[in-house]
């Protein structure tokens, strides 16, 4: 058995689970945000049979699209400088994704 936690982005994350619970996954669903962008994400956790990996991950695959946004940041403060923001255009989407042994499982 696998544990799969997945990082995907908000706008996916819907699709995602419907697509996932249609091909009898179980997912649980935690509401995350990025670091850098300050962006909403979703942290899915799933446990699933090893044989079962290679689907899940089509799935994830198909479901989870990388896109370009612009972004406006603003600089780090450096004495003498004026604090202009600066527009910058960064990759997002896609899935961050861990997969680990489980060493037990048990379902109350």
């Known amino acids: 058995?696998?544990?799969?936690?997945?990082?995907?982005?908000d706008e996916d994350s819907e699709n995602l689970i419907r697509s996932?619970?249609?091909?009898?996954?179980?997912?649980?669903?935690?509401?995350?945000?990025?670091?850098?962008?300050?962006?909403?994400?979703?942290?899915?956790?799933?446990?699933?049979?090893?044989?079962?990996?290679?689907?899940?991950?089509v799935i994830l695959e198909e479901n989870s699209k990388t896109r370009e946004v612009k972004r406006t940041i603003q600089p780090v403060n450096i004495p003498g400088q004026a604090m202009?923001?600066?527009?910058?255009?960064?990759?997002?989407?896609g899935a961050t994704i861990f997969v680990t042994d489980v060493v037990d499982f048990k379902r109350f």
């Open 20 to 57: 996932l619970n249609e091909n009898n996954f179980k997912v649980t669903k935690i509401s995350s945000t990025g670091g850098f962008l300050k962006a909403g994400n979703v942290t899915i956790l799933s446990g699933i049979e090893d044989e079962e990996l290679d689907k899940f991950m």
């Open 84 to 93: 202009i923001p600066v527009p910058i255009t960064v990759k997002v989407g």
């Open 1 to 9: 058995m696998k544990l799969v936690i997945a990082i995907v982005q």
